[in-house]
């Protein structure tokens, strides 16, 4: 009787298999997630079934017999192994199925009922561990979870403290049956039926293991999630680590390959056919050619003041020569704190010509910033001028050299050659010095040698055709690395470098307006500034000056190509020219190229970075340094010709960062960027974010700009950004901020609706905050850290007409964080989620000893409605009046007003 069973399950300890679960469970930081985005409608799942073969399914047996395991933990061992690999995950979940059955309770087997249950299996996966190991290790970790496996899933995901764990299900049937697939129990017969079902799950990718001769793999996925080739892939991975667990078990997990041979030539070297072209010239090399070739031709602009290439050339010789009077030579790094203007592009070039690194002290830093840099990189002097000697921290002991010195005018005004410099001036001898923010909160400085910048224009000539013809613009801080594009590629090429002042480049309607005077051709941006730009040039009237743009270059951020549609609507698709390049400081400004389109911006094809820069190879690899497959996001490496020498006096995290490339040649190095990416079918590389700046919100794994794009799509939302704020301890919470497109009047309440239509509530800011602009950093970017605290009030009204209105409102405000709130404040309105309104319930439940379910919640949110829906509550669980102790002094608003009601009824 299957009441046997029922009595049994009432007789087992529940606390001690939560506790079980508990302890199997700690520690884990998110769910394992698979699909690419959750479910919004259902779908009948489609099947993908391959078949292991004969000598492949007794070669499996064997392994398992011999290292004294079941083969359906071989299996369990293997898909973890692979599910890591294609989520990028070292510690992994998926659902597995049990019989359920116990073996203590007599007549378990011919006992007719639904038994079977549905349990997490989490497998941690290190990449150095043995196979054999592992497998091990999984079995005996399952068997002390074997008295528990009663408890019912539900429950265990609520001891994990999530939602749900996973969304992938793993089935080994193994239940025996007889040959024509009937089986007489207790007079009962019982026979397959036909046409009915087929190991059908909810779960959007389920795998059935079906033991036999051969092993039968059938996969189960939703087509609105999943390709059917995807999955084909997916099988044929999970028997290449099956293949590895058969062949050698003492093998580590991280050197098990997925890849297939032709997979493996397409994406090593096929993708990366990286030409090694060394550089014999520096820039100062080429930027004297380029004189002696148009002398007369002008170089520099800001504003009515001009400089040729000829009166540019002697001006940064002769602070060429006092540099290398006072024993400045290669090796050396020479500070500069010139405020952004002609005299700045001097310093720079005047400090190459010497053989030295410039080091940009941008005035903009915080002084605490700038003597840190100081300190750290040794500077033998510091060239300033003007009130930009207050950039200086006080009490430096570096020498100051500034440029209205007399000696300047004395100096000789001719190229000074290896002869004059403190010794040979070679390629490999670093150019500058950037610093970069840092880990561990030190900001870190990257050397970056002269061949570096010379191969950079030389290998990506063929894509820009920069001339004497082009005008470029100085838009960023000499202290961000887009600086060096700048310069050198109007100054190395013949072309006329704008200098843009500071005060310009924080007005988009100014900027635009130096851009028509000047007739700039080639525009470079972050997307941050190009977005007010776009809005400035939608808000002029057509009547204004034209753009002579004929090639904008973005880089410094992820762009959002769906963002540049309106661009596109008001320009031609071939004037001017979109080009994004993905660059990192420690790579020498740009790494890839991707030329833009406007079908390919309607398409919302995601942050395409393009192919890489030829002489530059770029691997997307896992944690094992293994590459993976196309499709699966992994972090991104660069090895080649742009790799800077390292982190000037850190030679322990040059070690960590540029480490040995197992693709290349003997002693070459790549660059563990950090950035998330991933490869597409057609070859093209897809950016998908920093693995530090994704969040973790409630248990999800959240990329900010997926919620920058939902908003943006708002068509009263010019611009967005979201980040995670925590301003009260504990309470993390996604927090939006836009900038109004022209015209409109966008409300914070209608922007989350909008976004909670295309997101999942988990990813719905909780506040969205209105401002005129978005604070840049100096160097253009997004400034995070400026971006204020929402605030949050509540929208007046009504106030509450009864002591339970009043304690309502008391406990909204104390759960959302706001100091009160009226009776038709709605409480998802204000920033509420599923996670709160199940700490708002408690908190009822315990004040006012009525039990509200989470629908009540939902389909009344306001107080004056929850309050109509108490009267028809049940009694709650627990009483509040024998918890409350005179002794205590009341802390919240909702106990000051419980205080006050019990002193009414039973007396001080």
């Known amino acids: 009787p299957f009441r046997d069973y029922l009595d049994w399950l009432r007789r087992q300890d529940g606390p001690a298999a939560e506790a079980a679960w508990r302890e199997a469970l700690q520690g884990l930081e998110e769910p394992t997630r698979l699909a690419p985005r959750r479910p919004t409608a259902a779908t009948m799942p ?201 062949s050698d078990p003492t093998r580590a997990v991280g050197t098990i390959d997925l890849l297939g041979v032709e997979e493996r030539a397409r994406l090593l070297p096929g993708w990366n056919a990286a030409g090694q072209a060394v550089s014999v010239e520096t820039v100062p090399d080429l930027f004297e050619a380029q004189v002696r070739r148009t002398p007369d031709a002008v170089a520099l602009v800001l504003g009515a003041e001009s400089v040729s290439y000829a009166e540019l050339n002697r001006r940064a010789n002769r602070l060429a020569h006092v540099l290398i009077s006072r024993g400045v030579g290669p090796e050396d790094i020479v500070a500069l704190a010139v405020p952004r203007s002609v005299s700045m592009v001097v310093s720079v070039l005047a400090v190459l010509k010497a053989g030295a690194a410039y080091l940009p002290l941008d005035p903009e830093y915080p002084p605490e910033r700038l003597g840190y840099m100081l300190e750290d990189a040794g500077p033998r002097c510091i060239i300033t001028t003007g009130t930009a000697v207050s950039a200086i921290p006080a009490g430096s002991p570096v020498p100051v050299l500034r440029l209205e010195d007399p000696v300047l005018s004395a100096a000789p005004e001719h190229d000074p050659g290896d002869g004059e410099r403190t010794a040979r001036l070679r390629p490999g001898h670093p150019a500058y010095v950037i610093y970069t923010s840092g880990s561990t909160g030190r900001p870190k400085g990257v050397l970056v040698p002269h061949r570096n910048v010379v191969r950079l224009f030389d290998a990506t000539d063929h894509w820009f055709s920069p001339g004497a013809d082009d005008v470029w613009t100085l838009f960023h801080s000499y202290a961000f690395d887009f600086s060096v594009w700048e310069i050198w590629g109007a100054l190395l090429r013949g072309g006329r470098l704008v200098v843009v002042p500071f005060a310009v480049s924080r007005s988009p309607v100014e900027f635009r307006d130096l851009l028509a005077r000047e007739k700039v051709t080639v525009l470079n941006q972050t997307p941050s500034a190009f977005y007010q730009l776009m809005q400035a040039e939608s808000d002029e009237p057509t009547s204004r000056q034209a753009l002579s743009l004929r090639c904008i270059v973005f880089g410094g951020e992820a762009l959002d190509l769906e963002r540049l549609a309106p661009w596109y609507r008001r320009h031609p698709d071939d004037a001017p020219i979109l080009v994004n390049m993905y660059g990192i400081t420690e790579t020498t400004v740009h790494v890839t190229h991707r030329r833009l389109s406007q079908s390919l911006v309607a398409g919302g094809a995601g942050s395409l970075i393009g192919e890489p820069i030829p002489d530059l190879a770029v691997y997307v690899l896992d944690g094992g340094l293994q590459p993976v497959p196309v499709g699966v996001s992994g972090e991104l490496y660069v090895a080649g010709a742009g790799l800077a020498r390292g982190y000037l006096n850190r030679p322990g995290l040059t070690s960590e960062r540029f480490v040995a490339c197992p693709f290349g040649g003997p002693g070459e190095r790549m660059y563990r960027t950090g950035d998330v990416a991933r ?230």
């Open 46 to 246: 489609e099947t993908v079934s391959v078949a292991l073969t004969t000598e492949q399914t007794s070669a499996l047996t064997r392994q398992a017999r011999r290292l004294g395991l079941t083969v359906n933990t071989l299996v369990q061992g293997a898909w973890g192994i692979l599910l890591g690999r294609l989520t990028g995950r070292d510690d992994v979940v998926f659902g597995v199925t049990v019989s359920g059955r116990p073996a203590e309770l007599p007549g378990i087997e011919a006992m007719v009922g639904l038994l079977i249950n549905t349990l997490p299996l989490r497998l941690r996966l290190r990449p150095a561990e043995p196979l054999q190991a592992l497998l091990v290790r999984l079995q005996d970790e399952q068997s002390r979870l074997l008295a528990h496996q009663h408890l019912g899933l539900t429950r265990i995901q609520q001891v994990a403290g999530f939602p749900d764990l996973f969304d992938t299900l793993l089935v080994f049937e193994n239940y025996p049956t007889a040959a024509a697939g009937e089986r007489a129990i207790s007079g009962l017969s019982v026979a397959q039926a036909e046409g009915f079902g087929g190991d059908v799950s909810h779960y959007p990718l389920g795998l059935l293991v079906l033991p036999g001769e051969q092993i039968q793999l059938r996969f189960g996925f939703r087509p609105d999630l999943f390709e059917r080739e995807a999955v084909e892939a997916i099988a044929t991975r999970l028997q290449r680590v099956l293949d590895a667990i058969i």
């Open 679 to 908: 490869w597409r079918p057609d070859g093209e590389l897809e950016y998908q974010g920093r693995a530090d700046e994704q969040v973790k919100i409630r248990g999800f794994r959240i990329e900010p700009g997926e919620i920058e794009a939902a908003l943006g799509s708002h068509p009263a939302v010019a611009h967005a950004a979201v980040i995670a704020r925590e301003d009260h301890p504990g309470q993390k919470q996604l927090v939006g901020y836009v900038v109004a497109a022209s015209g409109t009047s966008p409300d914070g309440a209608d922007l989350r609706r909008h976004v909670g239509q295309r997101l999942p509530e988990h990813m719905v800011p909780s506040a969205v905050v209105v401002l005129e602009a978005l604070p840049l950093t100096p160097n253009g970017k997004l400034d995070r850290k400026a971006l204020p605290a929402p605030e949050r009030v509540s929208a007046g009204g009504r106030v509450a007409r009864t002591a339970q209105e009043e304690i309502l409102c008391g406990l909204f405000a104390e759960v959302l964080g706001l100091e009160r709130v009226g009776i038709d404040d709605g409480f998802f309105d204000h920033g509420g989620h599923s996670l709160l309104a199940t700490h708002l319930i408690g908190r009822i439940r315990s004040s006012l000893g009525v039990e509200v379910t989470i629908r009540s919640l939902f389909e009344a949110p306001t107080v004056s409605g929850l309050a109509e829906r108490l009267g028809t509550a049940r009694p709650g669980r627990a009483g509040l009046a024998r918890q409350v102790r005179p002794e205590r002094l009341p802390l919240s608003y909702a106990q000051q007003r419980l205080w006050f009601l019990f002193r009414l009824e039973e007396g001080p």
